[in-house]
């Protein structure tokens, strides 16, 4: 049986197109899939245990008339036919159809269908679901919060920063407090920075403080070295090398 997000290979792929007449002369996803009727071969696949290798190949079909019908899967009976049907929509290039359908996907009242609308949303860029993703953040699964912070980062605008920087600092989770610092990092600007730092300069993580030297060579002046003095003194010999070093570079700046 196929499982979801499983990577498969090309031979695997054929197979699977072949098998139910989805493609022609063993053209399969990733090219574009030569079906006639794909809609006809969505329908008839929604209780097939390898319906994740077909929606997703179909999901590539250049007729319209493939997304709309895997649209109308996402809010199919069953859950498992409507978590496919979205993991199949997130892998193609964006349409209205499918950021509808995505976006009324992120209400399932099933967990797990839940958090893969989010991800697909983080993946498709869609930056109005945004305030869906921060709502997510305080669900009581830390699994859908986990989606929901994953989704944030692939569409990081600077006013998500609150929301990212509280999971980091209070979610009861360390998974999520680590992936939480990391999107910080990767997206911390002039706008936030010092807040960061003075979160992270007296952080028992090495990684941490390290980090929060980093900021200051990256957005500081000569007037924050001072702010470097205790780091320079830091039980981490790397921590304290880096303090020395971004000191001598911010001063060389004057």
């Avoid at 499983?6 to 574009?32: E, I, M, Q, S, T």
């Avoid at 069953?78 to 979205?86: F, H, Y």
């Avoid at 994953?150 to 605008?157: H, K, T």
Wanted: one cysteine or more; hydrophobic letters at 45%.
């Amino acid at each position: 049986m196929v499982q979801p997000n499983r990577v498969l290979n090309d031979r695997h792929r054929k197979a699977v197109a072949v098998r139910f007449g989805v493609g022609h002369g063993g053209l399969a996803y990733p090219d574009p899939v030569k079906a006639t009727q794909p809609v006809l071969v969505i329908t008839a696949l929604t209780d097939h245990p390898q319906r994740w290798t077909a929606f997703t190949s179909l999901a590539h079909h250049m007729d319209p008339n493939s997304i709309q019908a895997l649209a109308n899967l996402t809010r199919h009976q069953d859950w498992t036919v409507r978590r496919a049907a979205i993991a199949a929509l997130a892998q193609r290039p964006i349409s209205e159809i499918s950021r509808h359908a995505v976006l009324a996907a992120m209400d399932d009242p099933i967990s797990f269908v839940k958090r893969g609308a989010l991800l697909a949303a983080g993946a498709l860029g869609l930056t109005d679901a945004a305030p869906l993703m921060k709502s997510a953040l305080h669900h009581a699964d830390a699994d859908i919060r986990e989606a929901a912070l994953e989704a944030l980062g692939g569409v990081w605008n600077p006013t998500d920063f609150d929301a990212v920087w509280r999971i980091h600092r209070l979610d009861p989770s360390v998974t999520l407090r680590k992936k939480a610092a990391f999107i910080v990092r990767a997206n911390v600007d002039q706008s936030c920075w010092q807040e960061v730092f003075e979160g992270w300069q007296g952080d028992p993580l090495p990684r941490h403080r390290q980090w929060a030297i980093e900021l200051v060579e990256e957005f500081g002046t000569a007037t924050d070295v001072p702010r470097l003095a205790h780091l320079t003194e830091d039980r981490d010999g790397h921590v304290r090398r880096a303090a020395e070093r971004t000191g001598a570079l911010l001063l060389s700046r004057t």
